[in-house]
């Protein structure tokens, strides 16, 4: 029953929901967006009516910018079938837009169902959420890279290599900020993860050993209590763990240049997406301009991660911090004991996400609408196709190919904006995945939200799990609040507290350890590893990937801004 009330029940509403709906997931984010095809038909016009002068002169000048497009180019709105052919195509990777948003969609199912039936019925789907979360990632990251191989990995040792030199330059500053950055400037001690990460191992190996030899199925076959406390005392148990912290700093260092490298070709793509409505020209404002609450989001989607990757940086969150009147801003490692302090990282990466989300849609209307921003740069044009200027008024028969070939360009670059739709929405929808499935594994970890988990479901008593040896009560919580570590302030003062602090972690790790033992040997449940290596690992990935779409993300701006990329 734990893997059917946990696992599967919002896997199968998924799967239930994706049989009864009979629609691909990328209606969600694609359907109705309006998308500019080479098709005879007209073009609707801007709304008559207008009185003032000054709106008048306006629309003379929409009416010119657009003269020709009537017999071109038509407005149409991409529908659930369109969409579905899109997705028959290999090379459109719909297949792999729709794939990516049906496990975000299973990913949010269980998440309702875990704020749903674990108040009221005590059936909380963590299994479901950890489960599912490092294979969105992983997921998100191989889409990612294969769509900016171009379709093969083997690509990344040829000539898209740069892209495997990206991931390992990421790699390593990633690296040499877990292992040299103060702790006065950062709150990751890699030292402290080390010793985490050992308690995780060895605890949690013991405890799922002993969790078999408690199962209700070995006292139903006639196994009494003391054989069971023998067979326990008799086994060697797992084998231990002593982790290096430098090779913990080379893993989570690796997996930090992995995401950056996949977060490489969606940052280009957002700056360049947004510079196209940033602002839109005057003529287009009627087909392309947002909603000014739109603006406003992908603002924010933009400043975001900037905000997290201030935050992660000890002295400047103490500045702004100071500046608002906070007397403890905390950091991401802070905890439930910090109070609302150690609820300020996942806030930020939960706002970062949500945005993320909400710009997909929004960003790939963009995307359909440089269809008519090319349609209108080609047909303008002073210039003849080749690049050169005309030195003198060209025939009747020149102009007449001019024109053919120019049409048969536009429509082909119509076509490409509108079978790369599912390319862009999959580099949209990757870093907004990716920062999603992060955070809930962060916040999870870090108990964030424990307190919200009332003591007894509200309408259905908790099932009670049977233990044929323990008599103690329910273990403790598998979050156990951890005291922040100190600043190192420099000196040999700050050597010896941070000696002191890894010191007592390391303690605090081998004393959890030999208490697991001596449960196991007595036949009983040793309690929950405590997570804190996960919270260490998802909120610096986390961080890094907030990092890297602002390293990635606004010099591309800036470029677009200024007009660099013309020429």
Not at 175 to 195: I, N
Not at 230 to 235: I, M, T
Not at 320 to 325: P, V
Request: charged share 10%; proline share 8%; hydrophobic share 50%.
């Amino acid at each position: 029953m734990g893997f059917a009330t946990q696992f599967a029940v919002p896997l199968l509403a998924m799967v239930l929901l994706r049989n009864l709906i009979k629609r691909p997931f990328g209606t969600l984010f694609l359907e109705g967006l309006s998308v500019f095809l080479p098709m005879s038909a007209p073009l609707e016009q801007p709304p008559a009516g207008k009185t003032t002068k000054k709106d008048r002169k306006m629309l003379h000048k929409r009416q010119l910018a657009l003269k020709g497009v009537q017999s071109n180019v038509s407005l149409q709105q991409i529908s659930p079938s369109a969409l579905t052919e899109l997705y028959k195509e290999p090379a459109t990777y719909g297949s792999s837009f729709e794939a990516l948003g049906v496990l975000l969609l299973m990913l949010l199912g269980g998440v309702v169902c875990h704020f749903i039936l674990g108040p009221l019925f005590g059936l909380w789907q963590d299994v479901f959420v950890w489960s599912l979360c490092p294979v969105l990632v992983a997921w998100a990251v191989h889409q990612l890279l294969v769509l900016q191989a171009g379709g093969s990995l083997l690509r990344l040792v040829g000539d898209r290599i740069y892209i495997a030199a990206m991931a390992l330059t990421m790699a390593v500053a990633a690296y040499l900020l877990l292992v040299g950055a103060p702790r006065r400037w950062v709150c990751w001690d890699v030292r402290q993860a080390a010793a985490q990460l050992d308690e995780l191992w060895n605890v949690g190996g013991a405890r799922v050993l002993a969790s078999r030899l408690n199962h209700p199925l070995l006292k139903v076959i006639g196994i009494s209590n003391q054989q069971l406390t023998e067979a326990g005392a008799a086994l060697p148990g797992p084998p231990q763990l002593r982790s290096d912290p430098m090779a913990v700093a080379a893993g989570i260092a690796a997996v930090a240049g992995l995401l950056g490298a996949s977060l490489m070709g969606s940052c280009g793509r957002i700056a360049r997406l947004y510079a196209h409505i940033s602002p839109v020209p005057q003529w287009a404002e009627q087909y392309l301009a947002p909603p000014a609450l739109v603006t406003a989001a992908l603002r924010l989607a933009l400043t975001a991660p900037l905000v997290v990757v201030l935050y992660g940086i000890k002295p400047m969150s103490g500045f702004l911090a100071s500046g608002l009147g906070i007397a403890n801003p905390g950091t991401f490692l802070s905890g439930p004991a910090a109070g609302v302090a150690g609820a300020v990282g996942p806030a930020l990466l939960l706002i970062t996400s949500l945005l993320f989300i909400l710009a997909i849609r929004p960003l790939a209307a963009a995307h359909l609408g440089t269809g008519l921003l090319e349609w209108h740069v080609l047909r303008h044009s002073d210039t003849t196709l080749t690049g050169t200027s005309a030195a003198s008024p060209p025939s009747a028969a020149a102009s007449a190919s001019v024109k053919e070939v120019r049409d048969m360009v536009a429509r082909r670059r119509l076509h490409n904006v509108y079978a790369t739709v599912c390319q862009t929405a999959l580099q949209l929808l990757g870093p907004a995945t990716i920062l999603t499935a992060l955070l809930l594994m962060y916040g999870s970890s870090a108990g964030t939200l424990d307190h919200l988990r009332p003591a007894a479901p509200l309408l259905v008593p908790a099932p009670r799990a049977v233990n044929t040896t323990a008599t103690a009560p329910p273990p403790a919580p598998s979050v156990r609040p951890q005291a922040p570590a100190p600043d190192v302030t420099g000196g040999l003062e700050g050597l010896e507290e941070a000696a002191t602090t890894v010191a007592a972690a390391a303690s605090a790790a081998a004393s959890v350890v030999d208490a697991a033992a001596k449960a196991m040997a007595a036949g009983e449940l040793p309690p929950m590893p405590s997570l804190a290596f996960i919270t260490f690992a998802t909120s610096f990935l986390s961080w890094w990937c907030c990092v890297a779409i602002v390293v990635f993300t606004y010099p591309m701006l800036l470029i677009y801004r200024l007009g660099m990329h013309i020429g």
